[in-house]
């Protein structure tokens, strides 16, 4: 066997074992912020509110049903088919979106092939019970 395959075998293995024996971390919240799912946070943690300028609409619930047309034989369907981005940053557009942008997102100046596609679907989910 090739002398760097055995080695990279090797590495991934132990790294395999290292993350496996690693105690995962756990998170602790009090009585009211768990109090506080389903009522101003998602079920899953999230604000429910959107935000000021209604790029991000309100947590309504989710998806409740599969998208139209989807069938168990079919499996994944995308259910945001249809819908266009509402905008595309790059580096040359980016001043013109810079309050959309976060600190770590400025490095869409110094990777001019780095972009983000804003889509219109946010706070849509669908998920078992």
């Known amino acids: 066997m090739n002398?760097?395959?055995h080695v990279a075998i090797l590495g991934s293995f132990a790294v395999s074992i290292f993350l496996g024996l690693s105690?995962?971390?756990?998170?602790?919240?009090t009585t009211e912020e768990a109090a506080r799912?389903?009522?101003d946070l998602t079920p899953m943690g999230g604000e429910m509110a959107g935000n000021r300028d209604g790029t991000?609409?309100?947590y309504t619930g989710g998806m409740k049903t599969p998208p139209t047309g989807w069938t168990p034989e079919q499996g994944y369907i995308?259910?945001?088919?249809?819908e266009q981005p509402l905008f595309t940053i790059t580096a040359a557009n980016m001043a013109q979106y810079e309050d959309k942008l976060s600190v770590r997102n400025t490095r869409i100046s110094r990777c001019p092939y780095i972009h983000?596609?804003?889509p219109p679907h946010f706070?849509?989910?669908?998920?078992?019970?």
Request: proline share 13%; hydrophobic share 40%.
């Open 3 to 5: 002398k760097k395959l």
């Open 37 to 39: 799912l389903g009522n």
């Open 116 to 118: 983000r596609i804003v």
């Open 78 to 82: 995308d259910p945001f088919a249809g």
């Open 56 to 58: 991000i609409p309100a």
């Open 123 to 129: 706070h849509r989910i669908l998920r078992p019970r």
């Open 23 to 29: 105690t995962p971390a756990t998170a602790k919240i």
